[in-house]
């Protein structure tokens, strides 16, 4: 069973979350049964952007690291405080954790910069929040990541997206990353994407 660290800062967006724990857990029931999905977070309550409280399953300095396969992180809101706990060391660790052993990070809109702000991006292709008014490109150029005007980038193991309309692509290349075309193909469809 390949396991996927989702982990969440407050003010994280529900919806860039959501996609991950869907899409994973349609894999665990429906799919080939292979993936497993744990909630982490730096304490055991964390609030969303639009003040959905979640439990997480499991607080950062309990888990042990090697027993995951995958990071997914969604993005959130400076406003309600996101990168208080996005840049927090220990946040920041695991990141640092999961790209030293060269396993797959996926991340959601300016949870980008999280990845930047750890020092995994200098000198690799990323993207962030791209609306015309948002100064998030700048942030992460200088961070040192080359930023590309595309919906998704990857760049190896490391994908970065532009906003929260890209959760479910992102999702899936996820689950592509830890199965296969094939099996992605087929949870697609029985979520209805390919109807």
């Known amino acids: 069973m390949k396991k996927v660290l989702l982990l969440l800062a407050d003010g994280f967006e529900a919806v860039e979350a959501s996609v991950f724990t869907d899409v994973f857990g349609w894999n665990k029931w429906e799919g080939d049964r ?41 993005g959130g809101f400076e406003e309600v405080g996101y990168y208080k706990d996005a840049y927090d ?19 959601i809109c300016v949870a980008s910069l999280t990845l930047g702000r750890s020092g995994i991006l200098q000198n690799r292709q990323a993207t962030t929040y791209n609306h015309p008014t948002s100064h998030r490109k700048e942030q992460l150029k200088a961070f040192g990541a080359h930023v590309q005007h595309s919906p998704i980038v990857q760049d190896g193991h490391i994908i970065t997206s532009s906003n929260p309309a890209t959760g479910f692509d992102v999702a899936f290349l996820l689950l592509e990353a830890l199965t296969s075309k094939e099996n992605t193909k087929r949870v697609k469809e029985l979520m209805g994407f390919n109807n």
């Open 34 to 74: 292979s993936t497993e999905l744990i909630t982490v977070g730096l304490r055991k309550q964390i609030k969303c952007t639009w003040n959905f409280t979640v439990l997480v399953e499991q607080v950062v300095g309990d888990i042990d690291l090697e027993q995951f396969d995958a990071l997914a992180i969604p």
């Open 89 to 107: 060391e220990r946040f920041l660790e695991v990141i640092r954790h999961f790209d030293a052993k060269d396993k797959p990070i996926a991340s």
